[in-house]
């Protein structure tokens, strides 16, 4: 089956984060990126009592949980009295992901300068190098700043590039070794859209099957959002300025080469579609996406009949690639697959097996800690996952605004499958044995499914009643949602432990809008709390460049509004203060296409009761339902 052909998007366009951050800022002469103050202590009258004693409790009193005696019971002169409660294995949990939270933000935060003579010479090394965006501008800042060992970070890049004239005069090889080495630790394991070998390869050597100036061009410029300072994260002045060099760049190859039908061009649309998206444009980024997908159509990735045997495994990688991205744009703009189906060539498990042997991930440019990355398994069995989700793409399409006992049932029929696929993951993919990013975004991918498909089913109305459907299928959506949303909620706190907020995929922004609208209705559980602490800081740092993140920090703060302000915790509020900034306008708002993103949160129609279950609705929709002042022209 053939698609019918579409013109390509005309060209990129202008840099989301750069050029309207700086817009913003000459406009309205304030820094729309607030100043990361989520480890900030709070004022004395701020902090909450973990613990009251039992005749404070018992008179409602404000305990100050002094021990032995707190200050209520030395005033009055009666006992106090702490009784033992039983925690459960839940608060357990949580508490000791909170202490190795904060155990690797103190690391973070140490401050005094290299003793080791070897620090000191690895010091004078870096001393005569540019700041520029390069590996050795975060080892100095490691070093000098930070109190790091010199074997806690990279003395070189993971990939090492030295034929960079070859192909751009924007950036040297220094920057673009360390540029390659953060896009392929970082982001491109979650769907492998550009395999680093026969790229590398080829950038060497000068072919053109899997590199092309375009393509190098456009992995540098979505690199450079996955660059920083460590003294200033926040200042990226130096990764935006090299974005918008290499953007236009970009613009003008495109033009040139988008009507080229080959393995990198198609790439380059791909990521050019994921860059919009995550810069709040996701129906230009849509446009890319399927435009990508039907090059892959023609190049006839989806079959391949007669691929190259000695690039096998890199057609199969890539086919699954563009699959997911398709699966991307169905979740985004409810946009069916150009692809007539999944790739029919794809890595079998014994393949698999062969290409994770030796592979070791660590979090570039840190080289602690290094895990097994089991890359290919993982990507092996993400495709039956993939074939769940455009399953569930299409139930949504098919169900419209209501649900009968057969569309129940065929809900119940995917989850069961879901269900399996689960219960069939291979112990390497385990997140107990196997935590590195792409492996925790997977799981979070699988849980996100659920929640989807579930969700489906809490929002639509039905002729029979819910508890009926219920034990005719043995499906009840509202419960596994729960437990869907927890899950999700125990990986990024997971996330957060493992791997802080350095380098973030793409994907978290909307794992972390989702659990973080989630938290803002649910603040009565500690374990919400800290999830919504994490969202909101975890929007922050990608607020930095991926400007989506804003509107869902928006979307976040938005919910609050309903909540108990004595339950916000202290740092998701001060985050959220400084962010409060008139910031949206019509065009903004309009650019969002994502439909998926937001589920489940509280109604603020005046007509629905207002105890009524969470409905699941578009960005945009929600935006303008929340805040329609603040998106007037």
């Given at each position: ?24 800022r ?64 839940e ?27 070897a ?64 896009f392929f630790v ?36 979505y ?53 919009f ?41 890539l ?25 029919e ?22 080289t ?38 057969q ?11 879901l ?42 109305d039905?002729?029979?009643p ?50 973080g ?58 985050i ?24 489940h ?14 409905q ?18």
């Amino acid at each position: 089956m053939c698609a019918r052909k579409v013109s390509p998007p005309s060209q990129p366009g202008s840099p989301g984060p750069p050029s309207e951050a700086t817009s913003a800022r000459r406009t309205t002469g304030k820094v729309l990126i607030p100043r990361d103050r989520s480890r900030l202590l709070l004022a004395p009258s701020q902090i909450r009592t973990a613990r009251a004693c039992d005749p404070c409790r018992q008179r409602k009193a404000k305990c100050n949980g002094g021990k032995p005696i707190c200050g209520h019971c030395e005033r009055f002169g009666i006992d106090c009295i702490y009784s033992e409660q039983k925690r459960t294995q839940e608060k357990k949990e949580l508490d000791m992901l909170r202490a190795a939270i904060k155990r690797h933000e103190r690391m973070l935060q140490l401050m005094s300068r290299p003793s080791d003579p070897a620090d000191r010479r690895l010091t004078r090394q870096m001393s005569s190098q540019g700041p520029g965006i390069t590996l050795e501008r975060m080892q100095r800042a490691w070093l000098t700043r930070l109190s790091g060992k010199p074997e806690m970070v990279n003395r070189h890049p993971p990939y090492n590039v030295n034929a960079t004239e070859r192909w751009t005069s924007i950036v040297d090889n220094a920057a673009a070794s360390h540029l390659f080495s953060l896009f392929f630790v970082w982001d491109n394991p979650t769907w492998l859209l550009v395999d680093p070998g026969s790229f590398l390869e080829d950038f060497h050597s000068g072919r053109t099957q899997f590199c092309s100036s375009l393509l190098v061009h456009t992995v540098l410029f979505y690199a450079c959002h996955f660059s920083y300072d460590f003294e200033k994260p926040w200042d990226r002045r130096v990764e935006m300025s090299t974005a918008k060099r290499l953007l236009r760049e970009v613009e003008r190859l495109w033009q040139r080469d988008k009507a080229t039908v080959s393995l990198p061009t198609m790439q380059s649309s791909l990521l050019l579609g994921l860059f919009f998206c995550a810069a709040g444009k996701d129906k230009i980024g849509v446009e890319y996406i399927q435009y990508g997908a039907r090059m892959g159509l023609h190049l006839n990735l989806h079959t391949s009949p007669h691929i190259d045997a000695a690039h096998s495994r890199v057609y199969k990688t890539l086919a699954s690639a563009v699959y997911d991205m398709q699966t991307l744009a169905l979740q985004l703009a409810r946009i069916p697959s150009v692809w007539p189906g999944p790739p029919e060539l794809f890595l079998s498990e014994e393949d698999a097996a062969a290409a994770d042997l030796n592979q070791q991930w660590a979090p570039y440019p840190f080289t602690h800690p290094s895990h097994r990355s089991f890359l290919y398994t993982g990507l092996s069995v993400r495709r039956k996952l993939l074939i769940a989700v455009n399953d569930v793409g299409h139930l949504i399409q098919e169900l419209g605004g209501r649900v009968d006992l057969q569309g129940w049932q065929k809900g119940a029929v995917l989850y069961q499958r879901l269900l399996q696929i689960e219960r069939n993951l291979p112990a390497v993919l385990g997140i107990q044995r196997n935590r590195t990013p792409h492996n925790l975004c997977f799981h979070m991918y699988y849980h996100m499914t659920v929640v989807n498909l579930c969700g489906l089913f809490v929002s639509l109305d039905s002729n029979t009643p819910t508890d009926v459907l219920i034990q005719a299928t043995n499906f009840d959506p509202q419960k596994t949602l729960a437990e869907a949303m927890d899950a999700l909620a125990t990986l990024i706190l997971l996330y957060r432990v493992c791997h802080g907020w350095k380098s973030i995929p793409v994907v978290m922004v909307h794992y972390f809008v989702v659990a973080g609208v989630h938290a803002a209705s649910h603040l009565e559980s500690s374990k919400w709390r800290e999830v919504l602490v994490s969202c909101v800081s975890g929007l922050w740092h990608m607020g930095l460049v991926w400007r989506v993140s804003r509107a869902f920090l928006r979307t976040i703060q938005l919910v609050l509004q309903s909540a108990d302000p004595t339950l916000i915790p202290g740092e998701a509020a001060s985050i959220l203060k400084e962010f409060d900034e008139k910031v949206w306008n019509q065009n903004e708002v309009k650019s969002l296409a994502a439909n998926y993103v937001v589920h489940h949160h509280p109604s603020r129609s005046l007509a629905l009761d207002p105890s009524n279950n969470f409905q699941g609705e578009g960005l945009e929709k929600l935006i303008r339902a929340f805040d329609r002042l603040n998106t007037d022209d």
